[in-house]
């Protein structure tokens, strides 16, 4: 059963456009949202990354939208560049033992000039 | 600089014969994770070391096996790899602290090692 779903999944966006990536969760307790890129043959990096106490959280042209009672979060990327062309993965957490990421399936975003 | 390390980056073995990765950090963290990448897939968790303590995901098959000796290595074993063995193995590691009241959850991912079984 996968406990967080993604859409879409791949993503065509114009340089400057913004790219716009959404989640969905089921178990209440998770309480850590983070977003990794990944590029092709490297592992994933962490991009930015939420905890429901907020319901926006930006860094530079990445902001993460948080909706708790819908139990949705989202990724935007303002001003998309070539360079953002990647693997997003959304991913929950909840804080017991090694809180343990449960990955969405991922949306390969391409930017094209 | 390299804060989570794989050995090797590629490796390629043959059907049945086995094989072992190799993860080692800089962070001295206290959890460690073994994830396998299938091509276009998420990260599965296999198995997480929390400290000593070795936790094993239910659906990870016997073939695959882990040490770890000390904080800093974490060694990932297939035992017999088949065909359907082939993916991306990322090792990560995750640090068990609070920061002014707020726990610390960030996975700090190395570059992964590819294996391609003949």
């Known amino acids: 059963q996968q406990q967080v779903k993604q859409s879409p999944q791949s993503l065509i966006v114009q340089k400057g456009g913004i790219s716009i990536i959404n989640c969905a969760y089921e178990?209440?307790?998770?309480?850590?949202f983070p977003w990794y890129q990944q590029f092709p043959g490297k592992g994933p990096a962490l991009l930015i990354a939420?905890?429901?106490?907020?319901s926006e959280k930006k860094e530079g042209r990445f902001t993460i939208s948080f909706n708790k009672s819908a139990k949705q979060f989202s990724l935007h990327i303002m001003d998309s560049q070539p360079g953002d062309s990647a693997t997003y993965f959304c991913?929950?957490?909840?804080?017991?033992?090694?809180?343990?990421?449960?990955f969405g399936t991922g949306t390969r975003l391409t930017v094209i000039p | 600089d390299a804060m989570v390390i794989q050995n090797p980056r590629y490796q390629v073995t043959q059907f049945g014969k086995p094989v072992t990765l190799s993860c080692s950090q800089t962070?001295?963290?206290?959890?460690m994770y073994w994830y396998q990448q299938k091509s276009s897939q998420a990260p599965k968790l296999l198995f997480h070391?929390?400290?000593?303590?070795?936790?094993n995901e239910a659906d990870t098959p016997d073939n695959f096996q882990s040490r770890r000796p000390n904080t800093s290595f974490c060694f990932l074993d297939i035992r017999s790899p088949g065909l359907g063995d082939a993916a991306m193995y990322l090792c990560?590691?995750?640090?068990?602290?609070?920061?002014?009241?707020?726990?610390?959850?960030?996975?700090?991912f190395g570059p992964g090692t590819r294996l391609t079984v003949l």
């Open positions: 991913a929950a957490s909840y804080g017991t033992g090694a809180n343990n990421l449960f």
């Open positions: 178990n209440t307790a998770f309480d850590y």
């Open positions: 962070l001295n963290h206290n959890v």
């Open positions: 990560a590691t995750r640090p068990v602290r609070w920061e002014r009241g707020i726990r610390t959850d960030t996975q700090y």
């Open positions: 070391y929390y400290d000593k303590d070795f936790n």
């Open positions: 939420i905890r429901p106490d907020v």
